[in-house]
C-alpha cells in the first residue's frame, strides 16, 4: 500500500463547475500536505499546503484536511480550461521525507 | 535566479551502462530530494539528504546511489543502468520551513 492514496481519474468536469480531488495518507505522523499541479511535460509547481484540521482557502482553491480520518481534499471552484493539469497529493512524513500520490488527471471541458 | 539545475536533461543509455545525474540548488536549502515519475505512478521517492552530510533511502532506492556533495550538491547514480530505470528523474530541494519543494526541470532517461 502506497502510503499516500489519490484516485487516478480522468476527472472531467465542466467549465465552472467544482472539482473535487481526494487523497488520504496512512502514516498518522504525516504533519503536512500539499498539493501540487502538474502539467504535461513539465515540472510540479505548489498549489496549496495545509497543515492544520480544516479548511484553507487561496482564490479559487480549498485545501481541506481531517488527520482523524487521514483524508486530505483539494476544491478548484470556477474550473477553466487552463486547470486541466495532473493533480498529485503530497505528505511530508517526518524528517522532511515527502511522498506523493500517483496524481489524478483533471479534465475541464470548456 | 536559477532556483534548482539539473543536468543533462535528455540521456539515453545502454543496459549496464553507468552514468550520474547532477543537481544544484542556490536558495541555501537545507534538503534535497531525486524522484522518479513513470506513467501513472506519481512521483517516487528514489533518496533524500535532509541536510549536508546525510542520505537516506526513500521508497524506491534499489539500483541507485548518491552523494550530497556539499550543500548545494546532490547527485543521483546509476551504476549498471537497467530498462526498467528509463524515467524521467526530478531533483528537488525544500527549505527550513518545509513549505514548498522546488523543483528541477527534470531528466528525460532512456535505457535501450
Known amino acids: 500500500q502506497k502510503e499516500v492514496e489519490q484516485n487516478s481519474g480522468p476527472l472531467s468536469v465542466p467549465e465552472g463547475a467544482i472539482a473535487s480531488l481526494n487523497c488520504t495518507y496512512s502514516d498518522r505522523g504525516s504533519q503536512s500536505f500539499f498539493w501540487y499541479r502538474q502539467y504535461s511535460g513539465k515540472s510540479p509547481e505548489l498549489i496549496m499546503f495545509?497543515?492544520?484540521?480544516g479548511d484553507k482557502e487561496d482564490g479559487r482553491f480549498t485545501a481541506q484536511l481531517n488527520k482523524a480520518s487521514q483524508y486530505v481534499s483539494l476544491l478548484i471552484r470556477d474550473s477553466q480550461p487552463s486547470d486541466s493539469a495532473t493533480y498529485l497529493c503530497?505528505?511530508?512524513?517526518?524528517?522532511?521525507?515527502?511522498?506523493f500520490g500517483a496524481g489524478t488527471r483533471l479534465f475541464v471541458k470548456a | 535566479n536559477a532556483g534548482v539545475t539539473q543536468t543533462p536533461k535528455f540521456q539515453v543509455l545502454k543496459t549496464g551502462q553507468s552514468m550520474t545525474l547532477q543537481c544544484a540548488q542556490d536558495m541555501n536549502h537545507n534538503s534535497m530530494y531525486w524522484y522518479r515519475q513513470d506513467p501513472g505512478m506519481g512521483l517516487r521517492l528514489i533518496y533524500y539528504s535532509a541536510s549536508e552530510g546525510t542520505t537516506d533511502k526513500g521508497e524506491v532506492p534499489n539500483g541507485y546511489n548518491v552523494s550530497r556533495l556539499n550543500k548545494r550538491e546532490f547527485s543521483l547514480r546509476l551504476e549498471s543502468a537497467a530498462p526498467s530505470q528509463t524515467s524521467v528523474y526530478f531533483c528537488a530541494s525544500i527549505g527550513t520551513l518545509g513549505e514548498k519543494l522546488f523543483f528541477g526541470s527534470g531528466t528525460q532517461l532512456s535505457v535501450l
Open positions: 495545509i497543515y492544520s484540521n
Open positions: 503530497a505528505a511530508n512524513t517526518g524528517g522532511f521525507k515527502t511522498i
